[in-house]
């Protein structure tokens, strides 16, 4: 009972902490942790030892795959380089740096001095890009952070355990290099192999529920197998953490052809569940823990004054050799000729915000008590790895939103998102419109296959609805609608309580209203996405399209009121376009009469730009092109 409710409280406390957090702007960890140094030194509160094997087994395993599953393995791949700077050659840079500190100011020898280092290393999977998504940083910052925070935790970990061993005295350098190999290269191959045997095995199973309780067991299973591998003639096995995340990554890239659709929806929402709950009451247990680390420094013989500086010391560090590395590795390789064209240089501000997003959490708490128990000054060592991870969360973690606004850096422009959206739901449903001709032609009747035409169309024009100010039809309709399920809901509740039908049936009647709310839930949310004041300007051209690449100059619109024809016949459209050839101005694909689209197809004009206030988006009738 003693344990049921202590796991309840902590799950309580993290949610309540959270939730007061967003909504007074303040980034959950920091207020986690303030929480849970209060707490620790309140008689009532039990001691809360966060062990290695509670976090390297119980926490880091779902969290890694549960951010894995939701990184795109595209993007990873785009930005392959820099991930691995920063992951591979900044943890090792920054625990040489450390180790070098570490060694001036206590007595300790190199390999305890690079274990430290190696602690202090990996920036903290959750903490960085929590903060980053909720300051809004341009996307590729986001891209690269969460592709480090992935790798890093890896790279720590083997490098302290290939520490640790040199430190016993049971491994050479020559064999501590190779452990390091063996350890990065078995993880990814366990990883790769792990997600090809969970891809195949899933690929079977119809059961959604049991796809997705298959689902919550891959992590485990990929860190034991990799953790239970041991090498004949190799001190060192696969790393459990990299074949996490290699395993996470390739499943998520894949789930599209190995799970049903149901069950990917299942799956996002229990691996959002688990990763919100776990984040949170790890960054509590983090706080927790400060009692105990104070207690155990008072048995160590070194003073305190000594351990609070060489903290202090090892905290600005850790900051500066970061900033140290950011800045080269960003811009030197971007000197060779072919690194150049395919990738130019950012501007400054680009690695500064990289730089300063440094926050320290979980996995080195935890990597510390890793060290073994008779490791010289360990309760020393333990506070330096507390006084950095609480350090580099309160000063850049309280300073990161200020700088991305000082900088001026701007988050993904939700007008050219929907643009985005808008070019790749017209593709989808071209090629889905297209097979119902080839295919399904003489196999339906000509009514189920207008219904069809008209529900690939509409999706298509919500998207496009939303480059518009106004309220759009697709927003009438779903505000309508949620009113009408409300009432429809009512009603069949009660009906079930006069028991008068059958619960199941009721049941399955609920559970169709639910469904079609959660979509509406969905479009209401693409629905209120804020504006931007900027005018809208594409990020390209005319990728290839002649016609967008001709139409340079804006023509005198010849109504500049409204649609020419509506105005005529006294009806009403929702937004308009502007043909770029001979300046008519017509209604859009949403709009009853579509007379931007029959101008087209009466004159052969090929290209029109939106005519609302604030957009320059063009779009090509003959390519179906975006510009």
């Not at 991930?83 to 190199?110: R, Y």
Request: charged share 20%; with cysteine; glycine share 8%.
């Amino acid at each position: 009972m003693d344990v049921a409710l202590t796991l309840v409280s902590l799950v309580a406390i993290a949610v309540a902490v959270s939730a007061a957090s967003e909504r007074f702007s303040v980034a959950a960890p920091l207020g986690l942790i303030v929480v849970g140094i209060a707490g620790s030194y309140l008689p009532f509160v039990p001691e809360f030892e966060l062990t290695p094997e509670i976090v390297l087994i119980g926490l880091l395993p779902p969290l890694l795959y549960a951010a894995a599953i939701r990184t795109s393995l595209v993007d990873f791949r785009a930005n392959k380089r820099p991930i691995a700077l920063l992951s591979v050659g900044l943890v090792l840079f920054t625990a040489a740096g450390v180790a070098v500190l570490v060694h001036a100011m206590l007595p300790v020898d190199w390999a305890v001095a690079f274990a430290l280092g190696a602690v202090v290393a990996p920036p903290d999977a959750v903490a960085a890009t929590t903060i980053a998504r909720r300051v809004g940083m341009p996307r590729r910052i986001v891209t690269i952070l969460e592709g480090e925070s992935l790798v890093n935790d890896a790279t720590a970990i083997v490098a302290l355990r290939v520490s640790i061993a040199a430190a016993a005295g049971t491994v050479s350098v020559w064999e501590a290099g190779l452990g390091f190999v063996v350890s990065a290269v078995g993880g990814a191959v366990v990883g790769v192999l792990v997600a090809l045997v969970v891809g195949k095995i899933r690929r079977r199973i119809d059961h959604t529920l049991t796809d997705v309780a298959f689902s919550l067991l891959t992590p485990w299973l990929a860190y034991l197998a990799a953790e239970e591998i041991h090498l004949p003639g190799v001190d060192f096995h696969p790393s459990g953490v990299l074949a996490v995340v290699v395993a996470g990554l390739l499943l998520g890239h894949k789930s599209h052809l190995i799970q049903s659709a149901s069950s990917r929806m299942f799956e996002r929402t229990n691996w959002a569940t688990i990763s919100f709950v776990l984040e949170n009451v790890v960054f509590l247990l983090i706080g927790l823990q400060i009692r105990d680390i104070v207690n155990a420094l008072g048995d160590d013989e070194l003073s305190l004054g000594r351990v609070m500086a060489t903290s202090a010391v090892v905290l600005v560090g850790v900051i500066v050799l970061r900033i140290v590395w950011v800045f080269p590795s960003t811009y030197l390789p971007r000197l060779i000729p072919a690194v150049g064209r395919s990738d130019p240089m950012p501007p400054w501000q680009y690695p500064m915000v990289v730089g300063w997003a440094g926050m320290r959490g979980v996995v080195t708490l935890a990597a510390v008590f890793l060290l073994p128990e008779d490791t010289d000054h360990r309760p020393a060592l333990v506070m330096v790895a507390f006084v950095v991870t609480i350090g580099t969360l309160l000063i850049q973690g309280l300073t990161l939103p200020v700088l991305v606004r000082r900088l001026g850096l701007q988050p993904p422009d939700p007008h050219e998102d929907n643009l985005e959206e808008a070019k790749v739901q017209q593709a989808a449903s071209d090629a889905g419109l297209a097979y119902l001709e080839e295919h399904e032609a003489g196999r339906i009747s000509e009514s189920v296959r207008q219904r069809l035409r008209q529900r690939a169309t509409d999706r298509v024009h919500a998207v496009w609805e939303r480059l518009g100010g106004a309220e759009t039809p697709s927003a009438q309709y779903s505000r309508a609608r949620a009113a009408m399920l409300e009432v429809e809901r009512t009603e069949v509740l009660r009906l079930r309580d006069e028991a008068s039908i059958d619960q199941s049936v009721l049941r399955r009647v609920l559970d169709a209203l639910d469904v079609e709310e959660s979509i509406l839930d969905r479009l209401s949310e693409d629905e209120s996405t804020a504006e931007r004041e900027t005018e809208l300007r594409p990020r390209t051209t005319g990728g290839g399209c002649e016609h967008l690449a001709a139409a340079t100059s804006t023509p005198t619109p010849t109504s500049p009121e409204g649609c020419e024809e509506c105005l005529r016949d006294g009806t009403e459209w929702v937004h308009l376009r502007l043909c770029m050839e001979c300046g008519h101005v017509g209604c859009c694909e949403s709009s009853p009469q579509l007379h931007s689209t029959r101008h087209f197809e009466e004159t052969g004009h090929p290209v029109m730009r939106s005519f609302e206030p604030g957009e320059a988006w063009r779009w090509c009738f003959v390519d179906n092109r975006i510009g």
